[in-house]
């Protein structure tokens, strides 16, 4: 069984050393997002669709 942390998680292209951004990974079933800053908060997990949704509004 795979933790959260073994999955591929990527930081948003805009973060930088001292910004908070946010980072995502494919989850076996979702997609979850987490505070680049504060792993330890936890994480959010979103369907595939609310994803693609959530970047189709993003780039309108």
Known sequence: MN???TYAWRKASH???NNSC???A???AST???DTKDRRRGHL???PA???????A???
């Open 58 to 60: 993003l780039r309108d």
């Open 22 to 24: 946010v980072e995502v």
């Open 50 to 56: 609310a994803w693609h949704e959530l970047l189709r």
């Open 3 to 5: 933790t959260i942390d």
């Open 15 to 17: 973060s930088t050393a």
């Open 32 to 34: 979850g997002i987490r």
């Open 45 to 47: 997990e979103i369907s």
């Open 26 to 28: 494919p989850l076996p």
